[in-house]
């Protein structure tokens, strides 16, 4: 699939693109409370598109691990005036990142033309509203629910348990009317995987290219990072970031969920111009 339509603004996934990352949160892991004004947010989202963004995730509730829960009301009132104000000025498609139904509702009637859910579409009413939408959706691998997936995760061969869960998540999109077409996948980097089992993920991430769904790889910024680079934090994991974008985008990653879009979309034009468009 080389063209994903995004409510009539389309994706070209013939090379790897890039998706900038807004929250909408007080306690995001990277960028928490830097975007709740909605004149910040709207200037970082043109500031990203400009920077080479081809698609803006806005989320409106923080998944890290141990992160609150907020309630569908208040998730609604930060996401849905950016996502309205962003459809009429922006030209590129958004991204809603949430795993509740009625969230998904009201994002796309307001404009939003992907949904990035963490949960793949397993919470309550979730697969329903996603068939409702008729955009397209990523399924996200997650072992647990954020507050604890952290807590000694375990798997026998985390690659192929991931890949397992996946295809039984695009199973159940197939029979509730969702296809294949509609669907990118995300393997879920850092939401319920130790350091040496991401590192695996990463490493063996071609493992998912025979389920012929493209793949959205969200490494950015990411504590698996800091680990690698002696415990550094959150403002001194680009360098770090950027050698992950890249691997991924190698492995055949279709999108690549990031903070830093500008030093991500030239290391992609390079990569492109080596490997040359899909």
């Given at each position: ?51 080479g963004a081809d698609i803006i995730d806005v989320g409106g509730e923080s ?12 998730e609604m009132d930060r996401v849905v005036p950016l996502i309205q104000q962003f459809a ?191």
């Amino acid at each position: 699939m080389a063209l994903l339509n995004c409510a009539g603004k389309n994706l070209d996934l013939s090379r790897p693109r890039v998706m900038g990352i807004l929250n909408i949160t007080p306690d995001s892991f990277s960028d928490g409370g830097d975007f709740l004004p909605l004149d910040a947010a709207l200037a970082q989202a043109r500031r990203m598109v400009a920077e080479g963004a081809d698609i803006i995730d806005v989320g409106g509730e923080s998944t890290r691990p141990g992160a609150r829960p907020v309630s569908t009301q208040e998730e609604m009132d930060r996401v849905v005036p950016l996502i309205q104000q962003f459809a009429e000025e922006l030209s590129v498609p958004i991204s809603i990142d949430t795993s509740k139904a009625d969230v998904m509702r009201e994002a796309v009637a307001s404009g939003a033309g992907l949904v990035n859910d963490v949960c793949a579409l397993q919470e309550e009413g979730a697969l329903a509203a996603a068939v409702e939408t008729s955009v397209p959706i990523c399924l996200m691998h997650t072992k647990g629910k954020p507050r604890t997936m952290q807590d000694e995760p375990r798997y026998d061969d985390v690659t192929l348990e991931v890949k397992q869960f996946l295809s039984q998540r695009v199973a159940a999109c197939e029979v509730a009317g969702i296809p294949k077409e509609r669907l990118l996948l995300d393997p879920g980097f850092g939401f319920g995987k130790t350091l040496e089992q991401n590192l695996r993920l990463l490493r063996e991430l071609g493992k998912f290219s025979d389920l012929e769904i493209p793949l959205l790889v969200g490494i950015s910024r990411k504590s698996m990072i800091g680990a690698l680079l002696g415990e550094a934090p959150v403002a001194q994991r680009l360098y770090g970031s950027l050698a992950a974008a890249v691997m991924a985008a190698e492995k055949g990653a279709a999108i690549i969920r990031v903070h830093d879009v500008k030093p991500t979309a030239d290391a992609l034009r390079v990569v492109t111009a080596v490997m040359g468009e899909r």
